[in-house]
């Protein structure tokens, strides 16, 4: 599947939606299943936009900051155990869900302690 999406006037991601299953795929298994709805990473799909000009009209600041949100969706495409910068080309939907619960969770931690408080 691929990810579609938007980037919002201030960077971050927009009307994100999946592409690519039809319902009619035929699956067996849950193993089966999970293989049919893996997500392709956005960030191939951003890069080559790129090199095909997508992007020229939109200010260097503008464009930092969409790489700097791509970079951050891109790490969530990493198994267990990986470096956060071994990014997979595509990831399997509960691999996905895993890694984001661990980054809210890390993201939560972080901001608490730029608050000074924990509560």
């Not at 936009?49 to 200010?59: F, I, N, P, Q, T």
């Amino acid at each position: 599947m691929k990810m579609m999406y938007c980037f919002n006037d201030d960077t971050s991601l927009d009307q994100v939606m999946f592409d690519g299953l039809t319902g009619r795929e035929y699956v067996t298994s849950t193993e089966d299943a999970l293989n049919v709805m893996k997500i392709k990473n956005p960030a191939m799909d951003f890069c080559a936009d790129a090199k095909a000009g997508v992007y020229d009209d939109v200010s260097d600041e503008a464009y930092q900051q969409m790489l700097q949100t791509i970079k951050c969706v891109k790490n969530l495409w990493h198994c267990p155990g990986d470096p956060e910068d071994s990014a997979k080309p595509e990831m399997s939907v509960l691999m996905l869900l895993a890694n984001a619960i661990e980054l809210v969770s890390r993201q939560e931690v972080e901001l608490r302690k730029y608050r000074g408080r924990y509560d």
